[in-house]
């Protein structure tokens, strides 16, 4: 038996892993998950065009730094797992991306949480883009902002990558 691949754009693809409708021939162009959400436990929520929403539960117990709350270098991988994730569902087959910066403001401690990372753009350009990524604490207070520059890559720049 013969299973024909569908080859789905990234938003497609993203929108059918959260409904949890994908077929076994469902394939996209990019690697999801990625091995680093695998590793970590990093869902993807919410999908749209530009805009993605990841969750992780944070505990200090797992993910501490020596001030026994949540390591913030986990919450800046929440935010670039949320920026890249929004930035893939704008690629095409043969495009790629990669990050140029990642700033965060850390606002308010982690001890244990499920953050919700939310990424949308401030400003989409034809090759860099600006995004914005807020870490939401479960009491629904921000504990960190992200923002975030992007470089859409085309043709040999995105071989291989």
């Given at each position: 038996?013969n299973i024909?691949?569908?080859?789905?754009?990234?938003?497609?693809?993203?929108?059918?892993?959260?409904?949890?409708?994908?077929?076994?021939?469902?394939?996209?162009?990019?690697?999801?998950?990625?091995?680093?959400?695998q590793?970590?436990?990093?869902?993807i929520v919410?999908i749209?065009k530009?805009?993605?929403?990841?969750?992780?539960?944070?505990d200090s117990?797992?993910?501490?730094?020596?001030?026994?709350?949540?390591?913030?270098?986990l919450?800046?991988?929440l935010?670039?797992a949320a920026?890249?994730?929004?930035?893939?569902?704008?690629?095409?087959?043969?495009?790629?991306?990669?990050?140029?910066?990642?700033?965060?403001?850390?606002?308010?401690?982690?001890?244990k949480?499920?953050l919700?990372a939310?990424?949308?753009?401030?400003?989409?350009?034809?090759?860099?883009?600006?995004?914005?990524?807020?870490i939401?604490r479960d009491?629904?207070k921000?504990?960190?902002?992200?923002i975030s520059?992007v470089m859409?890559?085309?043709?040999?720049?995105?071989s291989?990558?």
């Amino acid at each position: 038996m013969n299973i024909e691949i569908t080859k789905l754009p990234v938003l497609q693809f993203l929108e059918k892993q959260i409904a949890n409708s994908l077929d076994e021939s469902d394939v996209t162009h990019m690697a999801y998950p990625t091995r680093i959400s695998q590793t970590l436990g990093i869902r993807i929520v919410e999908i749209g065009k530009g805009t993605a929403t990841v969750e992780i539960d944070a505990d200090s117990d797992i993910h501490g730094n020596q001030q026994g709350t949540v390591h913030g270098g986990l919450m800046s991988e929440l935010a670039d797992a949320a920026i890249g994730t929004a930035h893939s569902t704008l690629m095409n087959e043969g495009e790629s991306f990669a990050s140029i910066d990642l700033k965060v403001n850390f606002f308010r401690p982690v001890w244990k949480s499920t953050l919700r990372a939310v990424a949308k753009p401030v400003q989409s350009g034809n090759t860099v883009s600006h995004y914005m990524c807020e870490i939401i604490r479960d009491d629904g207070k921000i504990a960190a902002i992200a923002i975030s520059s992007v470089m859409t890559l085309r043709g040999k720049q995105a071989s291989g990558r």
